[in-house]
């Protein structure tokens, strides 16, 4: 009798990682603007447009961790995320 693998195939949908890392990313870095008494909206706003990371406090290394993620990918996720949101 031969053992055969007959468990399923997993998809790996790079995409999708991407964007789960962009929006951890955004999520730890709010997290941390917040916890200095920054509005997060205003500073990653200033940041994506600028690109410059004094806008990102580096407490909890939020600096770091933004700059890990090209910013024109996050622009890009930002308008995916609010175009599909916003015409269902």
């Known amino acids: 009798m031969s053992n055969i693998d007959i468990s399923p195939t997993v998809s790996f949908d790079a995409d999708q990682v991407r964007r789960e890392n962009i929006r951890q990313v955004l999520m730890l870095v709010e997290s941390a603007l917040k916890e200095r008494?920054?509005?997060?909206?205003?500073?990653?706003?200033?940041?994506l447009i600028s690109n410059d990371p004094a806008y990102i406090s580096s407490h909890k290394n939020a600096r770091s961790i933004i700059q890990s993620v090209e910013r024109h990918e996050i622009i890009e996720?930002?308008?995916?995320?609010?175009?599909?949101?916003?015409?269902?």
């Open 37 to 47: 008494g920054y509005n997060a909206i205003n500073q990653l706003a200033g940041y």
């Open 77 to 88: 996720e930002l308008v995916r995320f609010y175009l599909e949101e916003n015409h269902s």
